[in-house]
């Protein structure tokens, strides 16, 4: 396992249309998470998993935004109806709890440009 | 909630010296821990070091420390023997066990 795989790692789409986002996470860790980034930002949380649980969502996920983790390994992120403001470094991470320091590890991420 | 502040946007350090980063958080929760990760232009976050709010003990990794003063909030990162490959953004966060709450970070460049 070579760590956290996302796929594409950069998208450029036409406003109004729909984007889908992969996230692999490391393959022993039950829990899933979705950040968003923007230029000069650092990230910002957008939901996370438990195996196939989603447990939180941030009030940055619209209705526009919907993330599923199936069968509680890969999990995706859409974007429906995309938007200039939606442009930005989406990035995923996986840890394994309970482990004692919920160490989180970074995806490469995926820059979404909205055109 | 959590709220995490970098109040240092832009850092720079001649090669071999020594820099520190700054941070401070705010926080409600008892039991929570503090990381700093290194964000190079390749974009992959990476782990410098973490600290539990419970261990008075400083965290070390090699050259880099966390000067971690619970009551006044604060959680500073030392850098020693700086190197070129220090050059990143550098965010301090912070977890109370689920989500990490994010600094803005701070752009760290390495003179030779």
């Known amino acids: 396992d070579t760590g956290v795989s996302q796929d594409p790692r950069h998208k450029i789409t036409k406003r109004g249309q729909n984007v889908t986002f992969r996230c692999d996470p490391i393959s022993e860790h039950n829990r899933l998470y979705w950040y968003r980034q923007t230029l000069g930002q650092g990230p910002e949380f957008l939901t996370y998993?438990?195996?196939?649980?989603?447990?939180?969502k941030s009030r940055l996920l619209s209705d526009r935004f919907s993330a599923e983790r199936p069968k509680g390994s890969f999990s995706t992120l859409e974007i429906q109806r995309t938007e200039q403001g939606d442009s930005a470094m989406y990035l995923c991470?996986?840890?394994?709890?309970?482990?004692?320091?919920?160490?989180?590890?970074f995806g490469q991420g995926t820059r979404l440009t909205v055109v | 909630a959590q709220t995490v502040t970098q109040s240092q946007p832009e850092m720079s350090v001649q090669e071999a010296e020594t820099v520190t980063l700054s941070c401070t958080y705010d926080t409600s929760e008892s039991d929570y821990y503090l990381f700093w990760y290194k964000q190079p232009p390749s974009r992959q976050m990476i782990l410098v070091i973490r600290q539990e709010a419970y261990k008075q003990q400083n965290a070390t990794e090699n050259r880099f420390s966390v000067n971690f003063q619970k009551a006044a909030k604060s959680f500073s990162l030392k850098i020693s023997d700086s190197q070129l490959g220090d050059a990143a953004m550098y965010f301090c966060a912070a977890s109370s066990g689920d989500k990490l709450t994010f600094g803005t970070g701070t752009r760290l460049a390495v003179r030779p």
């Open positions: 991470a996986s840890s394994l709890v309970p482990s004692g320091s919920t160490e989180a590890f």
């Open positions: 998993f438990q195996n196939e649980a989603q447990l939180e």
